[in-house]
């Protein structure tokens, strides 16, 4: 049967960058794996096939070789009649071990098919980066520009590690390969492990005389500036991911990413609650005896808001949909309006006389009480 395309596989056309690339086999894997799909033979063919086309297309040398020759390019059976050089093969299980490491933060149990196992070339670290927005900017979106320091190339020997001028010898650890190899044995048999070479990092090279800059470890920390489009309907805690702007990668591995942490800052008027905003809205007794309109703050600016007569302290209103966007995209939150009627401490004497007054007219309210309405409205103001 013939094998499809690499990039039909993952789902992607024959211009997709390194980080396409990567987006699309994390998003594969993840959907096909076999511990979302236990006993699915059809979902474990496919996850095998993922990591077969990701084995090759996330190997710069590799998917050169694809994209001139073929499957022919990068497949051991290739080799001409006699033995002829052929081409560097590859172990269709190895992506196993990736997958387990960067989703499930374990590893893949080394030699779990046919007695062999690889470990693939680190990828970058993520960076951690907080970002503070107003509490407006949180509701309306916006776009912010910030700073990081990610792991990068060193400018000066572009990442040889080398100081300019000077050359590189082969590494003696690796003799050149970028890789060792670990042999154990068991009562299964021989099981061969293949990681990066740690004397070298993977390049097969060591620097003759080690560059200033990064002493040798061809990468420094460098400051880079990003810009962001941040949603409407952000809150303190959601993060953003940017991919492949973190940490450079051991050799042929991909970037790290960035995840941007949002901090949003408390508004002087609104408390927020998920997509629901709360206010208290002050008012006056007479306001809430007679009704009244005042001038109420929202989110899309002030408007005027009626007061009936005879409101009672902490009732609560409600304007609907006039809350925050819900960052899943299910419309708009509510604003409530919780109104408290200010009592009064401190009385001028025609004040006091007036209270009195129509305490009288309205009789005494609470007849449990031996002493009369209008000495306990006297007590209060007095």
């Known amino acids: 049967m013939a094998k499809r395309d690499y990039y039909e596989v993952l789902g992607l056309d024959r211009s997709a960058d390194e980080k396409s690339i990567k987006s699309a086999y994390r998003k594969q894997a993840m959907k096909y794996h076999p511990d979302k799909n236990p006993g699915d033979k059809e979902a474990e063919a496919k996850f095998k096939e993922i990591n077969e086309a990701y084995e090759v297309l996330s190997s710069p040398e590799k998917k050169s070789r ?22 560097e093969g590859f172990d269709p299980f190895s992506g196993f071990g990736d997958i387990f490491s960067e989703f499930f933060g374990g590893s893949a149990a080394g030699g779990g098919y046919g007695g062999r196992g690889f470990q693939r070339a680190r990828p970058g670290d993520d960076v951690d980066v907080e970002v503070k927005l107003t509490f407006m900017e949180a509701v309306n979106g916006t776009t912010k520009e910030f700073a990081i320091y990610h792991l990068d190339n060193c400018p000066t020997c572009n990442g040889s590690g080398a100081k300019p001028g000077t050359g590189t010898s082969t590494c003696s650890t690796c003799q050149g390969s970028g890789q060792v190899r670990y042999s154990q044995r068991s009562l299964f048999g021989e ?8 004397t070298c990092h993977g390049s097969g090279k060591i620097p003759d005389e080690p560059c200033e800059t990064c002493k040798g470890k061809g990468k420094v920390r460098r400051k880079k500036t990003l810009k962001v489009n941040v949603p409407a309907g952000v809150d303190t805690g959601n993060i953003l991911t940017v991919q492949g702007e973190g940490d450079i990668g051991e050799t ?3 970037r790290g990413d960035v995840r941007v942490h949002f901090k949003v800052e408390p508004h002087k008027t609104f408390r927020r609650e998920g997509p629901h905003i709360y206010q208290d809205v002050h008012i006056s007794f007479p306001q809430a005896t007679l009704g009244d309109e005042v001038e109420l703050e929202t989110l899309e600016g002030k408007i005027k808001f009626k007061i009936p007569a005879g409101t009672q302290s902490q009732t609560v209103r ?12 299910y419309g708009k939150g509510d604003h409530f309006i919780n109104i408290v009627v200010d009592t009064p401490t401190k009385f001028t004497e025609k004040q ?3 209270l009195i007054e129509l305490a009288k007219t309205m009789g005494d309210p609470d007849a449990k009480d031996n002493r009369s309405f209008f000495d306990r409205v006297k007590d209060a103001i007095s």
């Open 66 to 87: 694809y994209d001139q020759f073929g499957h022919a390019g990068v497949d051991p059976s290739a080799a001409g009649p006699g033995g002829g050089p052929g081409f």
């Open 191 to 198: 099981h061969i492990s293949v990681a990066e070479c740690s």
């Open 252 to 254: 042929g591995a991909p």
């Open 318 to 329: 409600k304007i609907t949909g006039g809350g925050i966007t819900n960052l899943h995209g």
């Open 352 to 354: 006091r006389d007036l």
